[in-house]
């Protein structure tokens, strides 16, 4: 199976404003209660930083999480890539 992947690069300081289907967030190890990512939580109906506690998810290297944005954003998932 072939799968048609298209994706842009844009950086922002908020990722509340862009929209994609799905957003990409690289996120250094201890950085989850960064000014960003506490807007991007509160957009998502404060679920996204909940997910990330309940599987332990922190930003390790290598890591990731994939969370389904069921309400608010112009995105249908949020993928949080960890850095270490």
């Not at 842009?8 to 250094?28: N, Q």
């Amino acid at each position: 199976m072939v799968v048609d992947i298209r994706f842009r690069c844009k950086r922002s300081t908020d990722p509340v404003e862009l929209s994609a289907d799905v957003l990409v967030i690289p996120l250094l190890e201890g950085d989850q209660q960064a000014p960003a990512m506490r807007r991007l939580d509160r957009a998502l109906g404060r679920t996204l930083l909940a997910h990330a506690r309940d599987v332990g998810f922190r930003g390790q290297e290598g890591k990731g999480l994939m969370h389904r944005a069921a309400s608010g954003g112009g995105f249908k998932a949020v993928y949080l890539a960890g850095l270490g």
